[in-house]
């Protein structure tokens, strides 16, 4: 079965430093990709996607995130975090095959910022 | 313009009870998709709506669970005879039409069942 692992729960960075959040997934062919933003009392936000093409794909908020086939993996990146980068971290895959638009989410990463 | 809004916020209801969670998906949207958040955990896939017809509702955990979108805007999802494990944020995400578009989310309506 398709699955999404966001391999840490919570992680802590200083507020200037750089993030990298871990994204792994099993699907047999390339899916589609996503990372959503939720903070707290908000709605799920689309930070970027990747469909095809490049496969560095540039999102909102200064994130990015780099697909490799190789390793199953979609990680997000962003070089400086802000404080208000602190929020919950959700990466998704879509368009599996016969399952129409239906997104799988990871159970996702809790980011605090330190001052 | 407005994006989805899902009414109550919050709904509070004992065990046993039924309830009816409201989704207004974007104006022109026309793929519809209710998932469920539990605390600590990823979004949930439950059912999703092209037009007015359920294209897939193998998320749905049992026939206590049942979706209608009669005119293809709002859809409705409803609950029977709730249980203390149906506590839970009941997500609504609406798309331009079904297949890999952005799915836009809205704020969600919190579950608690006593």
């Known amino acids: 079965a398709q699955s999404v692992t966001q391999p840490d729960i919570h992680i802590t960075v200083s507020e200037g430093a750089s993030l990298e959040l871990r994204c792994n997934y099993s699907?047999?062919?390339?899916?589609?990709l996503f990372w959503y933003v939720q903070s707290p009392g908000q709605g799920l936000q689309l930070l970027l996607k990747?469909?095809?093409?490049?496969?560095l794909v540039q999102g909102i908020k200064g994130f990015e995130a780099e697909f490799k086939r190789s390793q199953s993996s979609f990680n997000l990146r962003k070089p400086s975090v802000h404080w208000s980068d602190a929020a919950e971290y959700f990466c998704?895959?879509?368009?599996?095959?016969?399952?129409?638009?239906?997104?799988?989410f990871g159970q996702g990463t809790e980011l605090s910022v330190k001052p | 313009g407005a994006g989805v809004s899902q009414t109550p916020s919050n709904k509070v209801t004992e065990k046993g009870k039924y309830v009816e969670l409201r989704c207004d998906p974007i104006?022109?949207?026309?793929?519809l998709y209710w998932y469920r958040q539990s605390l600590g955990q990823g979004p949930e896939f439950l059912i999703y709506?092209?037009?007015?017809?359920?294209?897939?509702d193998s998320g749905l955990p049992n026939d206590r669970f049942f979706a209608v979108r009669p005119e293809g805007s709002v859809s409705t999802l409803k609950i029977q005879r709730t249980e203390r494990g149906d506590s839970a944020v009941y997500l609504c995400?609406?798309?331009?039409?079904?297949?890999?578009?952005?799915?836009?989310f809205g704020p969600g309506t919190r579950l608690t069942v006593l």
């Open positions: 995400a609406s798309s331009l039409e079904q297949g890999f578009h952005e799915q836009f």
């Open positions: 699907y047999g062919a390339t899916p589609y």
């Open positions: 990747y469909f095809s093409g490049d496969t």
């Open positions: 998704a895959v879509g368009g599996i095959y016969n399952q129409g638009g239906k997104l799988i």
């Open positions: 104006s022109g949207h026309t793929a």
């Open positions: 709506f092209q037009g007015t017809g359920a294209a897939d």
